[in-house]
């Protein structure tokens, strides 16, 4: 039963059901008035509050597992005492079962008799196994007992997004005494009146409230006035709008679209009114299923995934539907590619190139691909390929190649081997006579020899031909000055000092 407050009033539930009181051997100080308190609410692995001390000889104990302390499933529980653990007082009988929903609406009340010692209590329903605690016993000698009760005070009930009670905030004070014993607890609303507190209290006028609480003990020491303010506010209107569910597909993906190996879903719902209470999904023909986490599918395939979310109030979406294909993931590439080369240019008889010979590298992979293809002419150190090599040193040359696919498979080196000669008697008849060799007017400083067949350095270098980029004009100088190297026409110094003044030519840019 609950009665209203006002701003000024609370109301108690007081529903009363008297056991009969088990026997026990008197104590050497009687506490008739002494009133120990246990509540529950829908919490299934620990009572809500308990008592922890009190003294020994008559004590009403009250149970409430109610609406008004905090169960708004039905959930029973019961409050048993031990009567068979080694180590315990076994001379208290009491197993009550107390439901919202039972005759007294969960709240009942039992007088025994306590001796001093420990007492162990539990919950006797399967399942509530951790719902289990002691109370201590003293034995009533109060004569020096100067310190008064411990109390506090919870606040519970429906909260909103601000922290405020919604429609009814129930408050439930606990004391407890290690000496004499709690004799009395009092409380009072918004400053009225201390009143004896039997129950938790309910307060249910719209506004800001504070409660206030004491107790006394069986020696007559009273605690400190404690408080607690909290505010209530109307109930919100009914939700009757469903939440809002949607999909999102991840995963690699081929150039169709469908998943490689393996597609995840994950499913997400917001409802605006009482909020999202759960979300389902189905897979396929499958029956819906709690959603708890990504969904993971990886049978090759196409799929239909059904999924659909229900709010606090009861409200459920219209089922949605989220459609993909699974390909099984492609085999693994561990062959390397196929690479060849090609030597053009003209030939005389004896099947030298005249004036220049021209390599084209090609590479090819039907697995994971090419990445990359590299050359190396003669003893010069390996670069990318970009587009055929053009060699104009005289002299015999060796080019090196290979290629690597995407899987990271490397062909092995292979070489091409080939001559050029000087086209004629003199190959360079508008030679470059300079003293040095100089790149776009970056004098290197290196003597500018005639090479043997009418061409100086400059003339091999040729700064002015088209090159297609600034690139594939170092790459020649590095080509040319390396076979004049081979040739002992030039040392490895001298050719370091023409490359870098290449590398610093615009030159083909």
């Not at 390909?327 to 693994?332: F, H, N, R, S, W």
């Not at 190297?485 to 590398?503: D, E, M, P, W």
Request: charged letters at 15%; a negative charge; hydrophobic letters at 35%.
């Amino acid at each position: 039963m609950i009665r209203r407050l006002t701003a000024a009033v609370a109301a108690l539930l007081l529903t009363v059901t008297t056991f009969a009181t088990p026997q026990a051997s008197a104590a050497p100080r009687a506490a008739a008035d002494q009133v120990l308190t246990w509540t529950a609410d829908d919490n299934t692995t620990r009572y809500k509050s308990v008592p922890t001390t009190a003294v020994a000889g008559a004590a009403t104990i009250i149970w409430e597992n109610s609406a008004a302390t905090g169960n708004t499933t039905g959930m029973p529980h019961t409050l048993t005492f031990d009567t068979s653990t080694e180590g315990y007082n076994h001379d208290v009988t009491v197993n009550i079962l107390a439901s919202p929903f039972d005759a007294n609406d969960g709240r009942h009340q039992a007088t025994v008799t306590l001796t001093p010692g420990r007492y162990r209590y539990f919950c006797a329903i399967p399942g509530h196994s951790q719902m289990v605690g002691e109370l201590v016993v003293t034995d009533g000698g109060g004569g020096d007992d100067t310190t008064p009760p411990t109390v506090t005070a919870a606040v519970s009930g429906d909260q909103d997004q601000d922290g405020n009670y919604v429609g009814t905030a129930t408050v439930t004070v606990t004391a407890t005494d290690a000496g004499s014993g709690v004799e009395t607890v009092e409380y009072q609303v918004d400053d009225t009146s201390f009143q004896p507190y039997t129950q938790p209290v309910q307060v249910s006028a719209v506004g800001d409230h504070s409660v206030q609480f004491r107790a006394t003990d069986q020696a007559g020491n009273t605690s400190t006035v404690g408080s607690v303010s909290f505010r209530i506010v109307e109930p919100t209107e009914e939700d009757t709008t469903a939440p809002v569910v949607a999909a999102a597909l991840a995963g690699d993906r081929d150039g169709d679209g469908n998943y490689v190996g393996t597609a995840a879903a994950t499913l997400t719902a917001t409802d605006a009114g009482s909020g999202v209470a759960t979300i389902e999904y189905a897979l396929d023909d499958g029956a819906f299923t709690a959603y708890t986490s990504p969904v993971m599918v990886s049978a090759v395939g196409m799929h239909m995934l059904h999924y659909r979310a229900t709010d606090v109030a009861g409200n459920t979406s219209a089922e949605q539907m989220s459609h993909f294909t699974v390909v099984a993931p492609p085999e693994e590439d561990d062959t390397p590619p196929t690479v060849t080369a090609t030597v053009t240019g003209e030939r005389d008889a004896g099947g030298a190139y005249v004036g220049a010979a021209t390599v084209t590298v090609t590479a090819t992979d039907t697995g994971s691909g090419v990445a990359s293809v590299e050359y190396a002419l003669d003893t010069g150190g390996w670069t990318a390929y970009a587009g055929p090599v053009s060699v104009r040193t005289v002299g015999a040359h060796t080019l090196r190649y290979r290629a690597t696919d995407t899987a990271g498979n490397a062909a092995a080196e292979q070489s091409a081997t080939f001559t050029v000669v000087a086209d004629g008697t003199d190959a360079c008849p508008a030679s470059d006579t300079r003293g040095t060799v100089v790149i776009d007017g970056d004098d290197t400083g290196v003597a500018n020899v005639d090479t043997g067949d009418g061409c100086t350095i400059n003339d091999l270098i040729d700064e002015h031909a088209d090159y297609p980029g600034h690139a594939d004009f170092v790459r020649h100088v590095e080509a040319v000055t390396a076979a004049l190297v081979s040739g002992g026409t030039l040392n490895k110094r001298q050719q370091g000092a023409i490359v870098r003044a290449a590398a610093r030519s615009d030159v083909g840019a």
